[in-house]
């Protein structure tokens, strides 16, 4: 069982599904060399691929091209389903910061063939996630930077405003799909310069001075 620790208290929560969207930046969507979408990519990560900051990022024998993508994460704090605007502000509770590990190269051949990007999303420790806070003990503005280091050196670096589709609205579109229920996990999204990584990297990623988490790859 896989829980979210709220930064300065003793508070766990159990964690539900994590819900990803894909390119929601328009420059990461570009890099990767797909269209800018007209609505949100979405795909499910299972809670599982977890692993908490310091922890590692086990290198999958069946890939060489594993890939960082660093994430604002969204607690979800109720149940909900086809919300509105209003109902899904309401049913964000917290926010964390997240790196969707990826399997470029199973990815891309699972593009090509039409297939699910299921393998090179949901292994093992695929899903690395900060402690959280609170809505009601911060105002996120979305001015805050979003940063990725790799042994120090920065690879991706972006306001949370250039977002496509803002967090509010992707609740709201999630919710329209499938019930979002307490405890979820929403990963919004990353930004340019996603690349890949080998064992003994060392990660390390901000949000602001708010959020913080590294791991090293083995």
């Known amino acids: 069982m896989k ?13 539900g599904k994590m819900i990803c969207v894909g390119r929601n930046f328009a420059d990461h969507a570009k890099e990767l060399g797909n269209e800018v979408p007209a609505k ?7 809670a599982s691929s977890i692993i908490y900051s310091g922890e590692k990022i086990i290198q999958p024998k069946f890939s060489d091209n594993l890939h960082h993508e660093v994430e604002l994460l969204l607690l979800i704090g109720k ?3 086809d919300a509105n605007i209003r109902n899904a502000e309401e049913a964000i509770i917290g926010y964390g910061l997240g790196l969707d590990m990826t399997l470029r190269d199973i990815q891309n051949e699972a ?14 420790t695929s899903a690395v996630i900060s402690e959280f806070i609170l809505k009601k003990d911060y105002n996120l503005t979305l001015d805050e930077e979003i940063i990725l280091k790799v042994n120090n050196n920065i690879r991706q670096k972006e306001k949370l405003n250039k977002m496509l589709f803002k967090p ?11 019930t979002i229920e307490k405890g979820d996990v ?26 913080e988490l590294n791991c090293e790859v083995i």
């Open 168 to 178: 509010i609205e992707i609740v709201e579109y999630i919710s329209s799909l499938m």
């Open 3 to 15: 829980k979210i620790t709220i930064k300065n208290t003793k508070t766990k929560i159990k964690v």
């Open 79 to 81: 149940d909900i389903k």
């Open 186 to 211: 929403i990963f919004t999204g990353t930004p340019a310069g996603v690349g890949r990584v080998v064992q003994g990297d060392v990660l390390t990623a901000s949000i602001g001075d708010i959020l």
């Open 40 to 46: 949100p990519v979405v795909f499910i990560k299972p």
């Open 111 to 124: 593009r090509k063939k039409g297939d699910p990007w299921t393998v090179a999303k949901c292994f093992d």
